[in-house]
């Protein structure tokens, strides 16, 4: 069953219906979720929501919200890690899309803290990257020595040839609805991912899947990314779900189990 490895069931419009979300799984092929913080308080969230309905977590401050990004703070992401269903550190990273979010400098301070936090609790990482992936691999090669445990590339966006540079940090890369638009064009990158290091996500609420856009995003529309992917490769659809599956497991449960 298909695994989606970035969901915001703590975002504000999933968050009444997380319950019935994830009532539905079985009858949508999803065997799980990993609920992703984009604050300390969503991270807070989704560990309580991955709790109460046997999912799992990811904590982390996202790039627009690096200010909150203090020591008291990555305290606060060490307690949470405690939990038993916190399976890594995520979404992190670098955002240069908006004119006004945090200056380059601090998000890449932010960014840099938050991978040594990981380091520390042997969690692998999360990253959001958008607008910035040539600051992206300098931060990686700047902090070689505290990655240890594994990186993934949310939603992947950058280009095939990108995709080179990041295989020599054994990054993994996981797509979702994007790759349905019409106007996505985005089959070589597709078909440039190690299929090894393959993941699909949906980013819910954001990012619905063709011919759904507009629409609230939810953790079942991602059997049209697996779908998008099978016709790309030509595969099975079955096939895509088998090695995703693996894939996440292999990148963040390893350690949990
Ligand atoms: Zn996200």
Not at 2 to 18: K, V
Request: with cysteine; glycine share 6%.
């Amino acid at each position: 069953m298909i695994i989606d490895s970035h969901a915001h069931l703590n975002d504000e419009r999933l968050l009444p219906i997380a319950g019935e979300i994830v009532a539905g799984f079985k009858a949508n092929n999803i065997e799980s979720c990993i609920i992703a913080g984009f604050d300390y308080k969503s991270s807070l969230l989704g560990v309580e929501l991955a709790e109460k309905y046997s999912q799992y977590a990811l904590i982390g401050t996202h790039p627009e919200e690096i200010k909150e990004v203090t020591n008291v703070i990555l305290g606060k992401y060490k307690e949470l890690a405690k939990s038993s269903r916190v399976v890594g550190i995520g979404e992190i990273g670098l955002d240069y899309y908006y004119e006004d979010n945090p200056p380059k400098e601090e998000q890449i301070e932010a960014f840099e803290k938050q991978i040594m936090l990981a380091d520390e609790l042997k969690l692998p990482i999360a990253l959001h990257v958008r607008d910035a992936y040539g600051d992206c691999l300098s931060v990686l090669k700047n902090m070689h020595a505290h990655l240890n445990s594994g990186i993934l590339l949310h939603c992947y966006s950058g280009s095939k040839e990108m995709i080179r540079e990041f295989n020599a940090f054994d990054c993994y890369y996981a797509l979702g609805g994007a790759i349905t638009f019409k106007n996505a064009k985005k089959d070589e990158v597709i078909k440039e991912i190690p299929i090894n290091r393959l993941l699909v996500e949906t980013d819910c609420p954001y990012l619905t899947p063709h011919p759904h856009r507009g629409e609230t995003n939810e953790p079942k529309y991602i059997n049209l990314t697996v779908e998008k992917i099978a016709a790309v490769l030509e595969k099975e659809k079955e096939e895509i779900i088998d090695i995703t599956n693996k894939n996440t497991k292999t990148l963040f449960f390893k350690i949990r189990g």
